[in-house]
Every structure is written in structure tokens, then in C-alpha cells.
């Protein structure tokens, strides 16, 4: 089975602008997380999806938004990027179809660099 | 709310030598998990093992091998005969069962960078 892919890798981006990644989970994976990682904060969880839906979300303000489509491929968008918001942003998708939490498996990451 | 710790900020290892990653975790939670990835210098974090609080069993695989203990909240990682290759960023999770919406919320640690020197 192919693994979780991220596109672009690599970005770079302006102050102002706004920026949308994507993400393919693993094939039959329905659950899609996404998470910033940066040097002073270290791995924090921004939302997950499911079946096209927000189920859990982490506390970043609103220009942090995502959504999830049909084929459970999931997309985030973070509107007016700011400096802090330069990071490598990882995907990571699992089954989650039942109430046991399942391993998630995670994509190469997209590193955006704000300037 | 939950909690991982590793207080282990940097370790530095001769090839050959073992190695235990420490982690502690803070949960409310009687039913939960634990993970630990491997993040080289890559970036994509790799997948070690999941443990659920009902397995206090100790594994092992190769090399590897993890000791749970729920007395003290601890989920410690060794490596036995490290190499270099065993260089990289180790990350402790904890993901507790949500009930009420099936979601899922890991929780990870700050990581530990191992450096396995030749």
C-alpha cells in the first residue's frame, strides 16, 4: 500500500498570502489529522477529519482551517500567514472505525517558510 | 487533560551501546494509548509500537524493546546495540479513547534527538 502523501514538500510564501496543503491518506483510511511541528513548540495537533467532518480540533485561531472530501483526501488552508507560521506541517491518517484509537501513520510533511 | 514528558532533551551514544528513551505521560483516562515514532532527519515520523493501558506486557522487537509500567506512567524505549543509523528524533504519544465522538487527539512529547556516534 502506498503511504500518506503531502503536497507541495516545499514552500515559501509571504506575509499576507495564504497557502493550502494537501494530503492523500493511505488507501481505506478514513481519519485524517493534521499537525504543525516547529522548534519552540515542538508537534501540536491541529484538527482532525472524518467522513468529511471536523471531529476534534486543537487550539490555533481560525485563519487554520481544513477540510475533508468524499474520497477522505483532506486539504488545510492557513489565510494572512504570519512569520510564526513557518513549521513543517505533517498529515497523518488512520482507520478509526471503530472506539479504539488506531496507530497513525504519518506523510513526509510539507515545510513552509514564511517570509 | 493529558501530558507527555521527555526529559531526556539530547542523548549522545557510541555505536554498540544501549540506549533507554525515557517518557512519562499524565491521563485521567483508565483506557488510553501510548506510541512511539522515529523521526529522522527526513521529517516524516515513522511508526515504533502502540500499546493500549490494558497491555502492561513488555515488548520486543530486534533490537528494540518497551517497558510499561502504569505504576509510575512511564513508557520507556530502549535500544540495545545502537548504530548509526538508530540516529534521529524519538517521540513519545498519547492518544486517550473519546468516547462520546470516536475522534482521536494525540498528544506527543517533545521528542529526544538521539546522535549514534561511530
Known amino acids: 500500500k502506498a503511504g500518506v502523501t503531502q503536497t507541495p514538500r516545499y514552500l515559501i510564501k509571504t506575509r499576507g498570502q495564504q497557502v493550502t496543503l494537501s494530503c492523500s491518506p493511505i488507501?481505506?483510511?478514513?481519519?485524517v489529522s493534521w499537525y504543525q511541528q516547529t522548534p519552540g513548540q515542538g508537534l501540536q495537533f491541529l484538527f482532525e477529519?472524518?467522513?468529511?467532518?471536523?471531529?476534534n480540533k486543537g487550539n490555533f485561531p481560525g485563519r487554520f482551517s481544513g477540510r475533508q472530501f468524499s474520497n477522505s483526501r483532506s486539504e488545510m488552508n492557513v489565510s494572512t500567514l504570519e512569520l510564526g507560521d513557518s513549521a513543517l506541517y505533517l498529515c497523518?491518517?488512520?482507520?478509526?472505525?471503530?472506539?479504539?484509537?488506531?496507530?497513525?501513520?504519518f506523510g513526509p510533511g510539507t515545510r513552509l517558510l514564511v517570509l | 487533560a493529558q501530558k507527555v514528558t521527555q526529559a531526556q532533551t539530547e542523548i549522545s551514544v557510541v555505536e554498540k551501546e544501549d540506549v533507554t528513551l525515557d517518557c512519562v505521560y499524565e491521563?485521567?483516562?483508565?483506557?488510553?494509548?501510548l506510541f512511539w515514532y522515529k523521526q529522522p532527519p527526513s521529517g516524516e515520523l515513522v511508526f515504533l509500537i502502540r500499546?493500549?493501558?490494558?497491555?502492561?506486557q513488555n515488548e520486543i522487537s530486534g533490537r528494540y524493546s518497551w517497558n510499561f509500567q502504569k505504576s509510575t506512567s512511564s513508557f520507556n524505549f530502549t535500544i540495545t546495540a545502537s548504530q548509526v543509523v538508530d540516529s534521529a528524533v524519538y517521540f513519545c504519544?498519547?492518544?486517550?479513547?473519546?468516547?462520546?465522538?470516536?475522534?482521536?487527539?494525540?498528544?506527543f512529547g517533545p521528542g529526544t534527538r538521539l546522535s549514534v556516534l561511530p
Open positions: 497523518a491518517s488512520s482507520l478509526t472505525d471503530s472506539l479504539v484509537v488506531e496507530t497513525q501513520y
Open positions: 488507501s481505506g483510511h478514513r481519519s
Open positions: 477529519y472524518f467522513s468529511e467532518t471536523q471531529r
Open positions: 491521563t485521567r483516562d483508565t483506557t488510553y494509548y
Open positions: 500499546r493500549n493501558s490494558f497491555d502492561e
Open positions: 504519544a498519547l492518544s486517550e479513547s473519546t468516547w462520546d465522538n470516536y475522534g482521536q487527539n494525540f498528544v
